[in-house]
Every structure is written in C-alpha cells, then in structure tokens.
C-alpha cells in the first residue's frame, strides 16, 4: 500500500506554543528547552494526495507543509526530541479534510489519519522521556500540561523513523480515542 | 531641532529624475504601489529625492484605503455629516453622539469599516483582524467596547466555485467568532447574503459600538497643552513585526490570481487586546485622576507612520520618533517596515511625560503586557514638537523628515466618471403557484436561517443584552447600568435592489436602517457607511458610486431627526478594487449601519406575535415597484428597475416610524417587523415562525393573494389589539399612509391564504425547518 | 456580615465586570485580584472564577490557568471548606487543577472536552434550560428542584471522564448540582436542549465536598429579567414578556439566586 505523510507548522509564531512553553517553564526544571506545535497527516491509497488537492491539508498564507522523504523523515532531526501526539476522545480531526475534499470533487484517500503533534527538546541533564513525561499528562493542578487524558488520548516517543511507526502510531491513537 | 535634510538621500530613489520606466521599476521592485506622479509629487513637495522610508510612508498614506484619494471629495458633496447631537463626526477613527440621561451625557461610539481582500487571502485571520481593527477604533475614543456586528456578503455556496466559496465562509464565521468571543464583545447582530458575484471577493464588513461618558471622550489628536509641556508619543501593544506589512497598499490593488500576498497578511491576537483593554481602563483612570489632557489613536493601516504623523498633524504639531527604541522583530528589520508594518494589536497614547512613567508601569507591571506575548509592553517611541515636521531616526541617523501636512493633507484623484439614465420600472411578475414559491424560497440561502453563523458568536458578555442576532429588526443593548435607555443598532444593504438600481437601492438601504431600528421602538439618531465598490478607474463602477451617494445622502435628509437637520453620517470607510484582476468589479455593495435610542428599553418590540385574533396592520405605502426583489428574480426578471426616489422614500418612512414609534411607546404596537425581502408575506410569515409559548400561532392573511404581497421595502407590520387598528388607520390617513389589516393570527402554526378561489394552507414548521437546514454543515 | 469575596483575574478573562455587579447585589463585597497579585486564602470567604478565554484557552480550556501560584491558595481555601465558583473558563480552571471533583491529592479525574453531538460542534451561544438537583454542593440546597433559563457560551462544556467512579457520581447525583433540562424538565441529553452532550447532561460538577463548583451556563448574564429572550418558554419567558418597562424589567433573572446561595454560604464561614 502505497502511502504518505506531511507535517504542517505554523510560519508565524504559534502563541500556543510560546504560552504552554511559559507554563512549563514555570512548573519546574524539566521543562522542555523548546516546543513546537504541528499537525500531522497521514493518507495511503493515493499517492498524490498532498498534491491534487492543495489548500486542503494548510493554507500556504500562514502554514507550511512538510512531505515525508524516506532519506529523513519530515526533515530536521533534533536532538533530545519527543513527539507527544494527542487526539481528542470526541470528534474527527480528519472530518474538516474529508470535507474539503468532496467540496472539491476530490476522491477521498483510502486511509485518512491526523493528530496534533506537540514537538519537545528535553533540557541537559533530563531524559527526552523524563521531560516528556513531565511536560504532557496533567496529573494536578503541578503536573502536567498538555494532555487531559480524561478527553485525549494520546503517545509519546521519538520522533518517528519511518511511515509504517506513523501510520501504526496514529491507528492506535485512533483506536484508542474512539 | 537636529533634522538635516542633506542626509537623507542616501538610498534614496531618484524620483524626480528617473523615467517613467525606471521609476515604476525601482518602486515596484519593492512591493510598492506608490503612482509614479505621486512620487514625482513627492521628490517636488521635499526639494529632493525622497528617501525610501519616506516612500514606503507616503506609499501606505496616499494609498486609497488611508487617504480616500478617489472618494473624499464625493463624500463631502453627498452625505449630511452635521447634527447637533454630534460630539465628533466624521474625520476620527469613529463618530460619536452624545445621548443626555438623568445621570449626565453618555457617548455612543460607532465605527465601520471593511476588511475584504485580507478576508478572502486568509479568511480566518482576515476577518479576525478586522474585528481587531474596529475594535480599536472604538477603544481609542476612550469608550468601553460593548458590541460588534458583522455584516457579509458572500459567494453562492452551491455555485460553480462552492468549495472555494465555502472555505472562505468558514475561515470568516470563525475568525469572528474566534476574535469577538476571546475579547469579550458581544455579537449584536448584521447580515450574511450570497451571491455568485463575490465568488472571488468576499465583503467582510465589521461595525463596534462603545460607550463612556461624554466627558471620557479622547480625542485621537495631541492636546494644545503640547505647546506648553513635553508631550510623549507611548506605543502600547505588540511588538513590530514583519507581519502586515503594505496592507494599506494591499488594500488598494486588484487580487491577482494565485500568487496572493503574503506579507500582507495580518496576525490576530484578541488574548492580548482582552489585556490592553482591561489595562486601558486603568490607565484612563490614572489619567482622568491626573487631569491632563491626552490623546490616544490606534495602530491600523500604516502602522507607526500613520499613527504618529495623523495624532500630530491633527493639531499642528510635529512628531520626532526614534525607531532605534522600538521594539522589533526580527531587531534588524529596516527602518521603511518599521514605520509601515500593520502588526496588530497596538495603540499610540500623547501624554505629558511626567505622567509617562506611571503609563508604562500600568500596562507593563500591573498587566504585565511583556508577560503575555514576547516584546509586548508599552514603550516610549517620540516626543510631539512644535516644528510641524515629521522626523524619524533610525541607527542614530535621520532617515525620513517631511513636513507632517505633507503626509495627512493626502491627495485627491478625480476619476471619470459615466453615470448611467435612470432605470425603468419593472412588471409586475406573475406568480403561478404563490405556495410553491415561498417553499423555494425556504430553501434558498437568501431566506435560510442564520442561526448556524450567528451561534458561535457571542451574543451575552458583558450582561447588556436586550435584544439578540435574530430576536429582532435591530440589536439592542443597555446604555449604562441601572437606566432605562436600550441603545439600537443594525446593519442593512440588499444586494437585490442596489443592483436594480444603485441611487434607489442607496436610498432603500437607509431607509430599512430606519425602520429596523424603528421596529423595536428606537428612533435613529445616527448612521455610519462602509462603501464596497470596484475599480475606481472604471467610469461605470464612479457612475454607481455617486448613484449610491446620493441615494445615501438624499433619503437621510429626508428622514431627518427629530429637532431639525438631516439624519448624519458620522463615520465610514471606503473600500474599493473589489474585484478580481480581468473579472468584472463587484456591484455596488454599499452598508449602511444605524442607532438609534429607546428611552426605555421596556418597550423594546419584536417581530414576534402575541396573541391569537389580534390583526396584523400593514403600515406604508405600495408603489408596485418590484426591482431587485425576491418576486422578480424568482420569476426571472432581474436586472435594473426603477426604484422609489430615495428622498420620497425617505420622506414616507419617517412619517411611518413617528407612528410606528407612537405606538410602541404607547403599548399598542405588541410585534412589528419591516416589510423586507419577500415582501408582507414573507415578512409575516417570519414573524409567525418563532412565535407561541407553548402552542405555536399562524396567520390568515385577509385578502385574496395578489403580486403587492410580494413587494419588498414598502411598510411595517404591526400586530395591534382590535380595538385598537381603528385609530391607527385614523392617523395612518392623516398622514398619507396606507393602513389596513393585512392578516389575522391565529391559533396554531400554520399560514392560511387563498389564491384564485383556493383556499391554501401550509405548515409554518416546515418552511421553518427548511429554512433553518440552508446552511446547516456548511458553516464551520 | 458580608461575605467578601475574591474575584479572579486570570490574563484573558473577560465576565469579571458583570460577575462582580452580581456578586455585589448578592450582598458580596467583591475584591478584583489582578493576575500577578499574591492571593491570601485568608483574606477571604468566598473565591469566583469569571468566564471568558484565560490564556486564549492555548493548550486546552483553562489548561494554563490552572497552572497559576493562585491554585495553592485555591487549595487552602478549599481544604477550609469555602465556597468556590467557576464559571465557564473558571469552571474549566477548576476542572483542569482538580479542585474539581477533588479527591486523592487532587488528580486531575475529569474534562471538559469538545462540545459534541450532532450538528453541535464547535463553539456554542444560546438559552438553555438547567435544573438544580440534589448534590453534594451544601450552597445550592435552597435552590433544589427549581428549573430556569439560562445562556451558555462554550466550545468546551462537555464534562467526561475515565473514571467510573466520577461518571457516577455525576450521573447519580453527589457530584453534580445542575443538570441541562428541556423546557418541560426531562433530562436533556441527546435531544435539542443538549448543548454539548456532557455526562448525566451535567451543567455543573461539584467536588466531593460540594464547596466548589465548575458551572459552564453563565447565571450572570441571567440575573436581570431584561436578560432573559422574549421568546423563552416557560414561565420566565412569560415573567419576561409581561414587564413592558425598564423598571420592570431590573427585577432580579433566574440566575441571581445562584449568586445569592453562594455569597450567603460564603458569609456563613466567617460567622
């Protein structure tokens, strides 16, 4: 099966990002050097997906959409990096998709996954998943931010390193979610 | 003063010298759309050649959405602009009136403005910003902001270009909802049409009201006390980014297809304007305590340049700003973005500088601006000077110093102009099956229910609710706590009408402004425009903009107010190049706002019914002039028709809301609605849809069907006891109006009428349901 | 005596004004706590959390907020058994710390998620019909089986949890005071009354305790009968539509007695 992935950040600063870094900052020394938000798109069954139907996926006026490429994955590797991916309990991140693409006449891609993807360096002298850990479940009013599991699911790991682990970790997700 | 104009020609461009080639290259080549006679203009006006932040000024300043170049002198031909109860009229960022209470004089504050083509470049963050961006006006007169409307006008979501249309829909519905719900204004109602004709240029029009005491007023201008005290210039907000750069020229050309620009491309941030709100009302405080005087102005199109050559020049004064103590991002950008960048979110205070430290440790310590967005605060960008020059530094040299007349004195283009005869009337169309055709009508987007925009809006903070989007003609709020005074407010334009004929359709727009208004007992007092037109180099689109004028103009002098004089326009905006390069330019697309004044908001009236066996009164005058109208279109007659002369209109629809009123205040109006779009029965049937508690009630309309029932923007209706339309019909005839008993509510939801000798009924919940499914999944 | 209360100003609140005209009519006197000031437990009988948008509501509804200094004093007040009230964002704040539901060291045992439902997403301004039903919440007790109108304004207002024994309590009652209703009073949820198909139709959640309540409608913007529609059913929308002047219409709305309940436990305290 023939598949695909694109990874969309903000071109301008993301005021979620720079607010939750805050937070964290202020919770204590784990917290993450370096934070970024994003959304990631996963489709199989139709190899031009990305490109026949632009405007979909991001608006190139604010956004920028980075294609999966075997060599590299979706570009820049960072060091002491963790994906914290999160998926609400309720709803479709991928339904707003779907529905551009039959308002558009579009075939639909076989398979269709998406999550929001909380990119986190860890600081020196703290394990990428220790930081991780801290920066991602609210556990108390002290611990923990960006996921309320109670209405997200969500996973945490290395960046991924091929299109099968995203796929396989975005279907989890998924799954888990529902 | 220090300025030395020998220094500034460094990088300069050779303006006077240049060819005509040469010079369009070298202004073009970065991203200006400065006129090549306006440059000449400029290299003449300084003795030299100007240096590129002043291009970069003046190319933001003379461009038609800051200078009104095209338009100005139009304006100040057609549209009454004076009134006694004008406490400042048009010329600021907003008009304002003055309202006298028991507890001394309130300010209503109103602006209008449109924010079209960044709408249809980045939907979302377009019409998020132009909530932003007339919330400021209104903040900046010193009121607080206690509402927004929204008037839209969009592509046809089931057209040839749906998807495209549909997106820009749901990127605008959100980005409002997105601002306006996050600053905490209430949404107090507007309008949404769709046509095919902004498939590719959307309207996003945008109207805030504010309130204060009359005494708060602040005025976007130096004080004189400036000649006699050090005054400062403070920029409060946002740090100056890329962001918005050349909006103001953005504004002003045509959209080219799909290269759209980028960097024009302005960044909501209502999280940030909630606190610079918040903090303002604190530093107002601070300054009322202090009594100086001050002056306070937004920050829009042609950012810091604008800002502090308009707050200097309105007085007399100069302005010396040092961009080296602004704060920038990235720090290395060049002094002619600094001065232009339209980033968001930012203010511009004059206060003497005693009181600037106290300024500064409001917004940045107690609100802890620097906290809550990286570089935000407030911080001290010049000194106002008596010279009258504009002077800017930058890297410690001067880069930009011109005489600040120069600037705000803008330039005025005479366009040709070809006006075109008058329109003839239409036929009356001919309706076959008059129930089949308000079935098709229930389903049409025209008529669908506007609920799924308008329920994402927040209608409630703040607690002044009177009336909501869709409860009434008008929306409606609390002038101040404990008082009886509702303040009214609403939107109007149809399409239908200014494209049959633009003067009449003008002189309609104002005229349903007047009766909305009246419809819930309020007696208009003010109006504001935004004029959305195409390209001003075409002759025919100048001809339909001074149709429109003076349509405008005509029917608010014959309105008038109560007490003398014409009903004024206080404020407006003009918006123009709405159209796609090589595509024909939108039709004339004029909004025309209005408020108006219940002295006591208990007898705030809806279209709802009350009461079974009640009559429904029809108010007004027929004149069979179907142009422009539901009736027309749906029988295949559109295009131009005559329509009523705005000032005879306007003439009848005051001696209708006198009686209107009249009865409002007397408790014997109990549900009235203006006869709008679909005509009396469409209108009836509008008012039957939502009313009943618990059993729904319906209508039976009294005459035989015939085509008048179908004519738009000819009266009221008005639910009245019995015993009561008698008198009505008395004071109808002295005054010239046509008064009779349209309908008869009933128990029960349905609408009865006979057509031919048919006797027909249909179920007012299903047109209502159809009706509310339009848009359903459409809209976000 | 009084109760004196605190009200507090996260950055990006935007209810404090008209909160605080209600409080005080309740008989509060209300202190504005700005974001940045030190807040004594002490110093107070009762704490209100306004609505509006804290942080934007970046990351989740409330998420940044309930990260603030301010939930430690938040914590002493509530171990004190004072009563505290959020509204809407606040109620998302006191969700988000796990004041509310409470329990084992306050873990976060609870959500506010997405409104869901057919046709429902996204954010959502209307009247609604709530029922106040015997809970935990001591304050609310007066009010026990009254019905009214009220406006919600969220995109977050759906209370869920993993928990089982959280949905419990919120669906046999201790755990929630306020459930949305349809205007004959049957339990709204699924139908067209449900504004966002929270668990058990819960308007509100208390904490094990009852002192602190996270309460999406927005009872401040229902505290003057002028506020209620026109159109509303029932017998507020008739109280409403029989006042035809201003004077009639100041009377106190069906949202005030919240207010009322809470100022007069929160004065209860000091006595």
Known sequence: MISDALYVTLRVPDPSALTALAALRLMGPKAPVRLERGRVWWVSGDPGAFESSQGVWFNPNKERGLRWNAAGGFGERRERERWVFVRDRSGSPEAGALRSMRERGLPEPLGLLSATVWRLQAPEGVSPDEAAQAASVVRSAFQGLLVNRHSQAHRVGPAPASLTELEQVLSELKREAS | MPSSTGSLVEGALAAASLIDADLEAG????????????????????????????????????????SYKSSRHLLKKYLPTEGAHILVGVGEDAGVIRVPTADGDYAVVMAHESHNHPSQVLAHEGAATGVGGIIRDVACMGAEVIGILDALRFGDPFGANAARVRTVMRGVVEGIAHYGDAVGVPN????????????????????????????????????AAAASEPYDLILVGKPTDSSGLGGASFASVTLTGSQESLGAVQLPDPFLKRVLLAAQQDVQRMLKESGAEVGFKDLGAGGIGCVASEIAAASGFGVEIDLDLETKVPDDLPAEFVLVAETQERFAWAVPARLTPEVLRIYNERFGLPRMYPGAGARILGRFAGHGRFVVRHGGRVVADVPNELITSGISVHHPVRRRAAPAPLATPAVQDVLALLESWSSSPAAAS????????????????????????????????????????????????????????????????????????????????????????????????????????????????????????????????????????????????????????????????????????????????????????SVGLGGRGALPDPAELGAQVRREVDLVLEGIRA?????????????????????????????????????????????????????????????????????????????????????????????????????AEARSSVLKGIVP | MSGRIALLRFPGVNCEAETALVLERAGARVDWIQFGDVLDPDDYDGFVLPGGFSYEDRVRAGAVASRSEWMRALETADEAGKPILGICNGAQVLVESGIVPGGPARAVRLALAANGGEGRGGYLCRWVHVEVTLSACPWLRSLDGTRWPVPVAHGEGRFTSLDPEVIAGIETGSLCPLRYVDPEGKLASGGPWDPNGAVGSAAAVCNERGNAVALMPHPERAAWLRQVPEGAPGEWGARRRSARTAAALEAPGPGQALFDAFVHAASGVRV
Request: glycine share 14%; with cysteine; hydrophobic share 40%.
């Open chain 2, 27 to 66: 202004l073009r080549g970065r991203g200006l759309n400065l006129k090549i006679d306006e440059a000449r203009r400029l290299a003449a006006a300084l003795g030299r050649d100007p240096a590129w932040p002043e291009l970069f000024l003046f190319d933001a300043m003379w461009s038609e959405h800051c």
């Open chain 2, 667 to 767: 408790g014997r109006v109990h549900a009235a609605h203006d006869v709008a779009e679909g005509g009396a029965l469409w209108t009836a049937l509008e008012m039957a849809m939502d009313s009943g508690d618990p059993e729904p009630l319906g209508i039976a309309v009294e005459e035989e069907f015939a085509p008048w029932m179908l004519e738009e923007h000819c009266g009221f209706l008005l639910e009245v006891s019995p015993g009561d339309s008698g008198e009505l019909q008395r004071r109808a005839r002295e005054s010239g109006l046509e008064c009779f008993a349209f309908a008869r509510i009933i128990p029960g939801g349905t609408l009865r009428l006979r057509q031919g000798a048919i006797e027909r009924s249909v179920a007012l919940a299903t047109l």
């Open chain 2, 188 to 223: 107090l109602g507007g309008d949404a049409e769709f046509s095919p004709v902004y498939d590719e240029n959307v309207l996003v029009n945008v109207v805030a009201m504010g309130v204060c005491r009359a005494e708060d007023i602040i005025h976007s201008r130096v004080p």
């Open chain 2, 450 to 633: 506007r609920r799924p925009i308008y329920r994402f809006y927040d209608s409630e903070v703040k607690g002044r609710a009177i009336l909501r989007p869709g409860e009434a003609d008008a929306g409606m709020f609390l002038l101040r706590w404990g008082g009886p005074e509702g303040i009214a407010v609403t939107v109007d334009g149809s399409p239908g009408p200014l494209e049959a004929d633009p003067r009449g359709g003008a002189g309609i727009a104002v005229c349903e402004v007047c009766r909305n208004l009246a419809a819930t007992g309020a007696e208009p007092l003010a109006l504001t425009d935004c004029l959305n037109f195409g390209n001003p180099e075409d002759p025919d689109v100048m001809g339909e903009f001074e149709d429109v004028l003076e349509g405008l103009g005509q029917a608010a002098r014959a309105f008038g107010v109560k007490g003398g004089g014409p009903l004024p326009f206080i404020s407006g905006n003009v918006s123009l190049y709405n159209q796609r390069s090589g595509a024909r330019s939108i039709p004339p697309s004029p909004i025309v706002a209005g408020v108006g004044l219940v002295p006591d908001y208990g007898s705030a009236t809806t279209p709802r019914l009350k009461q079974p066996g009640n009559p429904l009164m029809f108010l007004g005058r027929r004149r069979g002039a179907f142009a422009g109208s539901w009736a027309a279109a």
